[in-house]
């Protein structure tokens, strides 16, 4: 499918699937939207909810740009914390589109895209002193552990265009990949996808979503 590169409202530039007018970030504003959903509603929650912990397992579904593995690398509440990142990706983008996404511009930061990109996938390699990565080339539904992970982030194309992504056998995938008292966020704060976590077992919340979106979702799996 033909992907190109878009600027969003916030000035940052993200990827579009032309043939599904679709995505990877929010058109409002892409860094705002991840900042948002995965720092601030999921990682920082986390954080603060469970102060003592010096080692976390953050899983994302959706590599894609690696924006959220960057921001999660270099977020100052995490800088105590040895962070180990799983990222899925079936689908990873060219070095050429990292160039013209100019991500590098944003962040004054040692670690570079360049570095997220190149590292060659399913091998664990260290980053920086508190943060390794494990790009993982792979299918969702490839998803096979158990309660590893205790914060997820939920970044699959939307339900419109990807609606075996937001089922019930997914969730239930997930669950069982995560920690209990383990949190996934999501952008998507779809009635249908709630009810298909409820059903899995998660507590789930209905939060304030980022600029240009009225709500995302936060949800828990109960200790
Ligand atoms: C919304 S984008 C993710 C954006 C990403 N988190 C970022 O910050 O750039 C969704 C990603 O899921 C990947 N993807 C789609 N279907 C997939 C599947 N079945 N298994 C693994 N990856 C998939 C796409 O290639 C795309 O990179």
Do not use: C
């Amino acid at each position: 499918m033909k992907r190109s590169i878009i600027t969003t409202a916030d000035g940052s530039k993200t990827i579009q699937i032309e043939e599904w007018s679709e995505q990877y970030h929010s058109v409002h504003g892409a860094l705002q939207e991840a900042k948002h959903v995965y720092i601030k509603m999921g990682l920082h929650q986390f954080l603060k909810d469970n102060p003592n912990h010096k080692q976390l397992s953050v899983l994302e579904l959706g590599f894609g740009t690696g924006l959220n593995a960057m921001l999660t690398a270099i977020d100052e509440m995490t800088q105590h914390t040895l962070i180990s990142y799983h990222g899925i990706e079936a689908y990873p983008i060219s070095l050429k589109e990292l160039e013209a996404l100019d991500y590098n511009a944003l962040f004054d930061s040692t670690i570079t895209f360049n570095q997220l990109h190149e590292i060659p996938w399913n091998q664990i390699h260290k980053i920086s002193s508190n943060f390794q990565l494990n790009k993982r080339k792979e299918f969702f539904s490839e998803l096979s552990e158990s309660k590893l992970f205790d914060v997820v982030y939920f970044d699959a194309f939307g339900p419109r265009v990807q609606p075996d992504l937001w089922t019930t056998d997914m969730f239930e995938r997930v669950y069982k990949a995560m920690r209990p008292n383990g949190i996934l966020v999501t952008y998507s704060a779809k009635g249908s996808v709630r009810r298909s976590m409820q059903e899995v077992g998660f507590v789930v919340e209905r939060l304030p979503g980022p600029p240009g979106k009225r709500e995302m979702l936060r949800a828990s799996r109960p200790a």
